[in-house]
């Protein structure tokens, strides 16, 4: 059997519903793996479905705000009654900060980011290794950011720190977890063409400014990591674990 056959396989896929996190989805689901979607948009969610139908795999979409303990608790629990278990959980939802100026920027401003985009891969992490500790291990990936690395972006405080925190949750816990048959890893993705970054990848001064810096030429789309998400939730990625694999085009080499 192939290493990249997710037949059998069970991931789960938080924000799953548009974006990063459904073009991750499809590949999983495409690769052979029944998949669990977590949204907050019952509506995006249904849509996700539908799209993810074409496919020949068992697909759940489940309402879930990965920032609330109990809600990621129940997710799970019906993530594992329903398709039988969680063997790749990857920790995908985020939100953007508020465009304002550091000094401007208000305590529930950055709580508001932290909570979910640090705070969510927490929860999520720890929710699905107690359940992989007990069946036999998996694998933990966090969709982190080019922008938890040592760049920096003005305006963007709290978002990069959440990701730059996400990268010292992986490394912790890919020593700690490795007892248990459960590696832990993270994609740092570049600029990828989401609803997210419309902002940014629809402007033509920032792309007049940013493409000369960009080995592809192009911004990325979902689709670009869907290699690697199929990778590092099977067998093929056995005995990889504590990385941060950065998808940019090249944008941070130059």
């Not at 996190?21 to 689901?29: I, N, R, T």
């Not at 278990?85 to 900060?97: D, E, K, P, S, Y």
């Not at 993705?189 to 400014?209: C, H, I, K, M, S």
Request: charged residues 15%.
């Amino acid at each position: 059997m192939s290493p990249f056959d997710l037949s059998g396989r069970v991931a789960v896929v938080t924000g799953g519903n548009g974006g990063i996190g459904l073009g991750l989805a499809e590949a999983l689901a495409e690769a052979g793996a029944d998949v669990a979607i977590w949204g907050t948009n019952p509506a995006k969610n249904d849509a996700a479905l539908e799209v993810l139908s074409r496919y020949p795999v068992k697909v759940l979409a489940r309402v879930c705000d990965v920032g609330d303990a109990d809600q990621v608790a129940d997710a799970l629990a019906e993530t594992v009654a329903t398709l039988g278990g969680v063997h790749a959980l990857f920790a995908n939802a985020g939100i953007g900060g508020a465009d304002r100026k550091f000094i401007d920027l208000s305590l529930d401003e950055w709580r508001q980011v932290t909570r979910i985009n640090l705070d969510g891969v927490f929860l999520t992490f720890q929710a699905a290794a107690r359940h992989m500790a007990e069946h036999g291990g998996g694998s933990l990936i966090a969709v982190s950011s080019i922008m938890g690395t040592n760049i920096g972006f003005p305006r963007a405080q709290a978002y990069a720190a959440a990701k730059a925190g996400v990268g010292g949750l992986v490394r912790s816990c890919a020593v700690e977890l490795a007892r248990y048959q459960i590696r832990v890893n993270a994609i740092l993705p570049g600029y990828v063409q989401t609803a997210l970054a419309d902002g940014l990848t629809t402007n033509e001064a920032f792309t007049a400014r940013t493409m000369p810096h960009l080995p592809a030429r192009r911004w990325g789309v979902p689709a670009d990591l869907g290699g690697l998400a199929v990778y590092l939730a099977g067998d093929a990625s056995k005995y990889q674990t504590g990385t941060e694999t950065i998808v940019d085009g090249g944008f941070t080499l130059t």
